[in-house]
């Protein structure tokens, strides 16, 4: 069971112990996957990191990937050479006016009386798949009034 729900949880993109506990509580597929068990995030690190497990679970989520490259479901480029994990995001104008295609992440803020209360950062290029899990994240360590989000559309 712990197999199946980290391997699901990494193809969407939950790769810490914390968002995979969060996903076995607002996921179907989650908790189909877990038949009604909900493991902490100790227990999910645990059990990833455990000697006879960690070499399997990467060989496994490398093997899914593989498939899927070969069935063409995902493509292979990669946008940095030097950070795998970014994503080729539209980027400000330059001085010529020419919008720019290159690797970035969206970092998405709370803030109130301009402090910072919370962040993260995403390598979605919107804000369409960040917003939501990012409010709901920090729900879980914040108290909030009444919800209230501001998009404010700003890059850079």
Not at 127 to 156: N, Q, S
């Amino acid at each position: 069971m712990m197999m199946k729900i980290v391997l699901c949880a990494y193809t969407q993109s939950a790769f810490s112990g914390r968002k995979i506990e969060g996903l076995l509580k607002d996921s179907l597929r989650m908790m189909w996957l877990a038949q009604g068990h909900e493991p902490s995030y100790r227990t999910i690190n645990r059990f990833r990191v455990h000697p006879a497990v960690a070499p399997i679970l990467k060989a496994a989520f490398v093997a899914f990937r593989c498939h899927l490259v070969e069935t063409g479901e995902i493509d292979e480029e990669i946008a940095s050479k030097t950070d795998r994990d970014a994503t080729f995001m539209r980027m400000k104008e330059d001085h010529m006016k020419n919008g720019q295609l290159k690797p970035g992440y969206n970092v998405q803020i709370a803030t109130e009386g301009q402090y910072t209360l919370a962040y993260d950062v995403y390598p979605n290029p919107t804000d369409m798949k960040t917003l939501i899990p990012f409010l709901d994240e920090i729900e879980t360590f914040l108290d909030l009034p009444v919800p209230r989000a501001v998009h404010e559309g700003r890059t850079g």
